[in-house]
């Protein structure tokens, strides 16, 4: 509806401006809906932090975290790794050789690749034995014209997939057949037959054969080998690769410090970022747009993880530790002034090399399944006091997926989310009525008029048909 053709009101402003204030009740719904959905936003991403908290603080309470192994090698042409479980030990070896491809080549040239290949129809690839068979290759595959060419012998082995690679070398004087084997080894290395061709139509350009190293040189020295530079079982758990022929090196295989440290210090990273996403999102300070202004829960979750980190940790009475009580600045953990926590790694080290068992009870602890039997739920006992051990129960108590505090806030605030956002549905579908409503009675109003002005106009009309007086006609 535009303006009133009878009236001259613009009606579309008019209903436009009385909408507006119509809104008023849905657009407090939506700003509403705002500070929920960003309020349950923030929810999340400390519960994030926690989580990520919870994970770190696990890893340090499982066994496999304080005996990680590390393999070293004093030479840099030999690669070294360990896996979990590597046994600890100290292997020095020389290596001899290194592991090659076997590589044959045609006796026979060929002037043009496009030339008749002439070595038989079908390729067969045996041991050096010629007992057994690694596969057949059938050339009659690429042929394109009846008569097999050097380039499409070399496209049929290389398509074939048996573990072969073909080229046709050019020597200046005419084109051989080379064909390598893509493994190494000498169980690799192997000889070519065809229908109408002997092995001796090829020669060998290189033997396969395996990698070694020898271990010792006294009487009682030992010969390892491998198909390919790599070596594994030598050591148990641990694999090297060698790179270098005359080499000698010494592996070592003990147990990772430095992996255990950085452990401990991603947890109190981990310990540091929830403290910091519960202070960014209950910042209740003057201008502050944080949308958990003071939120007490959560603050709370943020204290009780410093308290975790500082106050003393149970162990056994001893000479060493009469009280029974170990304070985490012992292992280089302290709480400063502005709430962080802080983590010497260098006093933690020197506590793992001196006392391996004290570092892990005081950085670690276990933990125990609750009444419902499963690991890692709010319900999660103590069994041994520790650092990662409280942190791990907290942090399932505030982030679990069923019933963590934070999710089971966040959870919460999507309800009231869902249910303002049906009250704004509703107040949609009003809004449209009451335009709908609008525009009907102000349409109305504009025939009504419009009948009047009919009206009037008539009757002006009549009046205007009367019959005029004038003083001349009535003498």
């Known amino acids: ?36 959905q960003k309020q349950a936003s923030a ?12 994970s770190a603080a696990q890893a340090l309470t499982k066994a496999a975290a304080w005996n990680p192994v590390k393999a070293t090698s004093t030479s840099t042409t030999v690669s070294a790794s360990a896996s979990a ?63 097999v060419s050097l380039a499409e012998a070399v496209t049929q082995i290389n398509k074939a997939g048996l573990g072969y690679t073909a080229t046709a070398v050019n020597t200046g004087s005419g084109y051989q057949l080379q064909v390598t084997s893509t493994a190494t080894g000498a169980a690799k290395a192997f000889t070519i037959v065809s229908d109408t061709e002997p092995a001796t139509a090829y020669g060998v350009v290189s033997v396969g054969t395996d990698a070694s190293i020898t271990i010792g040189d006294g009487a009682g020295k030992i010969t390892a080998t491998s198909a390919t530079n790599t070596f594994t079982g030598v ?16 592996l070592k295989v003990g147990t990772d410090a430095g992996a255990i440290t950085s452990a401990v ?3 109190i990273d981990a310990a540091n970022k929830a403290i910091q996403a519960v202070k960014d999102n209950t910042d209740s300070s003057q201008g502050s747009t944080a949308a958990l202004k003071g939120n007490f829960p959560l603050i709370q979750l943020a204290d009780q993880i410093r308290t975790k980190l500082s106050d003393a940790i149970t162990v056994p009475v001893s000479s060493d530790f009469p009280t029974g009580q170990v304070s985490p600045a012992t292992i280089g953990i ?25 570092a892990q009870q ?6 125990g399944v609750g009444l419902d ?69 102000f349409n109305a109003l504009e025939s009504a008029l419009s009948s009047l002005q009919s009206q009037g106009n008539w009757l002006t009309s009549q009046i205007n048909n009367l019959p005029k007086w004038n003083s001349s006609s009535s003498n």
Request: aromatic content about 4%; hydrophobic content about 35%.
């Open 43 to 54: 929810l999340r991403q400390v519960n994030t932090s926690f989580a990520t908290l919870g």
């Open 362 to 367: 005081l950085a670690g602890g276990l933990t």
């Open 235 to 250: 050591m148990d758990g641990t694999t090297f690769t060698v790179s270098q022929p005359g080499v000698t090196t010494t």
């Open 85 to 147: 479980g590597a046994l600890a030990g100290s292997l020095t070896f020389s290596v001899d050789k290194l592991a090659s491809a076997h590589s044959v080549a045609s006796s026979q040239t060929w002037a043009n690749t496009s030339d008749a290949f002439d070595l038989g129809s079908t390729l067969t690839f045996k041991d050096l034995t010629g007992t057994t068979d690694f596969g057949h290759v059938d050339l009659t595959d690429s042929d394109a014209n009846g008569t």
């Open 373 to 441: 039997g499963t690991a890692n739920t709010p319900d999660d006992t103590i069994d041994s006091d520790g650092l990662a051990a409280r942190l791990s129960v907290l942090a399932e108590i505030a982030s679990d997926s069923v019933s963590g505090a934070i999710v089971t806030m966040a959870n919460g605030s999507d309800s009231t989310a869902k249910d303002i956002q049906s009250q704004i549905d509703a107040w949609t579908l009003r809004l449209q009525q009451r335009k709908e409503t609008m525009t009907a009675q």
């Open 334 to 358: 302290q709480l400063t002034k502005d709430g962080t926590i802080t983590f010497d790694s260098a006093k933690f080290s020197d506590v793992l090399s001196s006392n391996p068992a004290l």
């Open 1 to 36: 509806m535009g303006t009133g053709l009878t009236s001259g009101i613009d009606y579309s402003t008019m209903i436009t401006q009385l909408m507006q204030i119509e809104a008023q009740p849905q657009q407090l719904l939506q700003s509403k809906l705002a500070d929920v």
């Open 265 to 267: 210090s991603s947890m």
